[in-house]
Each structure stands twice: as C-alpha cells, then as structure tokens.
C-alpha cells in the first residue's frame, strides 16, 4: 500500500465513444497522486486498445484485459491490483471535475475518517439534476443508518452508489477483521449498495458527507434497459440487506427500521415505473392504487405525491414532459 496515493478503478465495458473523456477527467485532477486502473472487462469493441493507447499517454495509467465477467467482477480485479492507501470508483461513461478528489482526501485526512461521499450530477436527457446531502457532515455508522431512517429519499441513492466515495484501504480489510469486503459477483443488479452497506458496517472511524457534487453520472450514454427496469424486485433485496445492516448498528429501533424499509419498497416501486418513463422505455406495469394511495399517505415529500399520483393518471409521455418542466424550473431557481 503506497502512502497517499488514491487508486483509481475505471470498469471499461463498450464505452469506446465516452472513455477517453472519462479518463482525461481524472488525469486532470487537482489531486495528482493517482494510479488509474483501466478494467477492460471483455470488451467487443475497441475499448481494450483505446485503454491502451491511453496508458501510453500517461504514467499513471495501468490496463488490465480479462474476459467479460460484468461490472462487479471488474470493480474486483481492479482491487485486486490497486495499490492505494485510497479507493474510488468511475464508471467509464462518465465524469469528475477537477477538485473532486482533492477535496475528499483533505477532509478524510483532516477528520481522520474512513469514507467520504460527496453528491452526484444527475445527466439526463436534455436536461440535469443534482442530488446532494443538505449539509456537510461527520457520523459514525450508527448515526449514519440513524439519518437514513429519518429521511431515505435523501440518503439512498447517495449511500448505494460506490461512484461518489473515497475509501481509505483499511475498511476493505475490515480493519484486519474478516475476509476482504468485495462487490458480490452473484448479485445481477445493485451490487454497490450490497459494497457500501459492507463498507459503513466495516467503519470504525467516522464518514463524512460532502455537499458538493463533482461526479457527472451520466444517464445518456448507456440508455437503462428494460432488464434493469424489471429488476426493481432486486432492489428490494437489496433493502433487506440495509435492513439487516441497520438492526446490527441499532438495534433498539428494529420496529422503526421494518417499518421505513416496508414504505420504501412502495417508494422503489413508483420510481421503477418513473425511471422507465423518463427514459422512454414502456413501463414493466401500470402503477396500483393501493402503492399510489401508501405514498400519498406516508410521504412527507411533496414531489414524490405528486409524482405518484401524476404517474397514475397521466400516459407516460404528457408524464416525461411535467418532469422535465420540473427538473429545468428547479435548476433556474
């Protein structure tokens, strides 16, 4: 493990049209000492050699080619070989600015923490949305679970997603504990939450939340398929395992806990059918009263009632054009 250095795992997977952009994003960091680890996981297009035009380029770069085992099996080899005393990830058909590492290595340092998060730039198309914490933040694990009960809407996608972290090695030997924490090779969708949920439980020091968003999470490039959309039922298995990691670090709310993951599973379900609206794809079924009428009931968001309810009475594309008019008047304000 090198002092300082952060190692950069970049998954490479049929992105020919976006890497280089991706990679000459990281080169330009502000924060210099990085090795980036180019993962060409089987890819059919020119992909490999495009990595390996780009590692001639530029030191830091190393490319590994292995026969096509998805993106789990990727984000493991490039563990495998990193060489960092930090970790992070960059799906290869996206972006970061400049300080995006800078930033989260000197709070990580200055806290002495374990993992930094930071939000995320949602890029659709034809339009941009940022999903951030509201604050900047230090918690432990159990305060951390503790506000994800509180308010879920906030802190699920910006949790799951292994994307906007740094790492600092040590929580993926769980402290010298256990087995290394991996992404789970045998999970079809999701496997970052499973990895971060493993992370938070593995922590003894703190975690910090950043409220910048220096990660551009593109949604254009690699359209959501329908596979994904039908597979909504996978992130409810997902919640389960959040669930269980939940009861460990709080045990005395176990009830509270059962009852925010029940509501967020009919919360998972309005958004499979909004994701597969938003990206034009013919929703995998007609939202039911009974999940519409739990929203309106339990939620304190005013966007997600209106979006349910709006979901179910109006076709997908009169839909897909109030959403849009939203996203772009609450980027003006």
Same mark, same amino acid.
């Given at each position: 493990?090198?002092?300082? &250095?952060?190692?950069?795992?970049?998954? #490479?997977?049929?992105?020919?049209?976006?890497? =280089?952009?991706?990679?000459?994003?990281?080169?330009?960091? =502000?924060?210099?000492?990085?090795?980036?680890?180019? #993962?060409?996981?089987?890819?059919?297009?020119?992909?490999?050699?495009?990595?390996?035009?780009?590692?001639?380029?530029?030191?830091?770069?190393?490319?590994?080619?292995?026969?096509?085992?998805?993106?789990?099996?990727?984000?493991? =080899?490039?563990?495998?070989?990193?060489?960092?005393?930090?970790?992070?990830?960059?799906?290869?058909?996206?972006?970061?600015?400049?300080?995006?590492?800078?930033?989260?290595?000197?709070?990580?340092?200055?806290?002495?923490?374990?993992?930094?998060?930071?939000?995320?730039?949602?890029?659709?198309?034809?339009?941009? +949305?940022?999903?951030?914490?509201?604050?900047?933040?230090?918690?432990?694990?159990?305060?951390?679970?503790?506000?994800?009960?509180?308010?879920?809407?906030?802190?699920?996608?910006?949790?799951?997603?292994?994307?906007? @972290?740094?790492?600092?090695?040590?929580?993926?030997?769980?402290?010298?504990?256990?087995?290394?924490?991996?992404?789970?090779?045998?999970?079809?969708?999701?496997?970052?939450?499973?990895?971060?949920?493993?992370?938070?439980?593995?922590?003894?020091?703190?975690?910090?939340?950043?409220?910048?968003?220096?990660?551009?999470?593109?949604?254009?490039?690699? %359209?959501?398929?329908?596979?994904?959309?039908?597979?909504?039922?996978?992130?409810?298995?997902?919640?389960?395992?959040?669930?269980?990691?939940?009861?460990?670090?709080?045990?005395?709310?176990?009830?509270?806990?059962?009852?925010?993951?029940?509501?967020?599973?009919?919360?998972? =379900? #309005?958004?499979?059918?909004?994701?597969?609206?938003?990206? +034009?794809? @013919?929703?995998?079924? +007609? &939202?039911?009263? %009974?999940?519409?009428?739990?929203?309106?009931?339990?939620?304190?968001?005013?966007?997600?009632?209106?979006?349910?309810?709006?979901?179910?009475?109006?076709?997908?594309?009169?839909?897909?054009?109030?959403?849009?008019?939203?996203?772009?008047?609450?980027?003006?304000?």
């Amino acid at each position: 493990m090198i002092k300082g &250095l952060i190692s950069v795992i970049v998954p #490479v997977y049929k992105t020919e049209a976006f890497l =280089t952009k991706c990679v000459e994003s990281i080169r330009a960091q =502000t924060y210099e000492n990085l090795e980036m680890i180019l #993962v060409d996981d089987g890819s059919p297009d020119n992909s490999g050699n495009l990595c390996d035009r780009l590692a001639k380029e530029d030191e830091r770069i190393s490319v590994i080619h292995k026969p096509n085992g998805g993106l789990a099996s990727a984000r493991n =080899t490039g563990l495998d070989a990193a060489k960092g005393e930090y970790v992070a990830f960059v799906d290869s058909d996206d972006t970061i600015d400049a300080d995006m590492f800078g930033r989260m290595q000197k709070q990580l340092e200055e806290e002495n923490a374990d993992i930094c998060m930071c939000g995320l730039n949602m890029i659709y198309d034809g339009y941009e +949305r940022v999903v951030s914490f509201p604050n900047e933040w230090t918690l432990s694990p159990a305060e951390l679970w503790d506000s994800y009960i509180s308010d879920f809407r906030t802190y699920h996608m910006l949790i799951a997603c292994s994307c906007n @972290k740094l790492l600092r090695r040590g929580v993926l030997h769980r402290n010298n504990a256990g087995p290394e924490i991996r992404f789970p090779e045998d999970v079809r969708m999701a496997e970052d939450g499973y990895f971060v949920a493993d992370c938070i439980e593995a922590t003894q020091q703190s975690i910090i939340f950043m409220d910048f968003a220096p990660y551009n999470y593109s949604q254009i490039n690699n %359209p959501v398929s329908i596979t994904k959309v039908e597979s909504y039922k996978l992130v409810d298995d997902l919640l389960d395992y959040m669930k269980e990691a939940m009861h460990r670090a709080l045990p005395q709310r176990i009830a509270e806990i059962e009852k925010v993951i029940s509501f967020q599973k009919h919360v998972n =379900t #309005v958004i499979a059918v909004h994701i597969a609206v938003t990206n +034009r794809i @013919k929703p995998p079924f +007609r &939202l039911r009263w %009974p999940t519409v009428a739990t929203v309106l009931r339990g939620s304190t968001s005013r966007e997600e009632r209106f979006s349910a309810l709006i979901m179910y009475f109006l076709p997908p594309p009169l839909y897909r054009a109030a959403f849009m008019l939203y996203c772009r008047l609450s980027k003006s304000q």
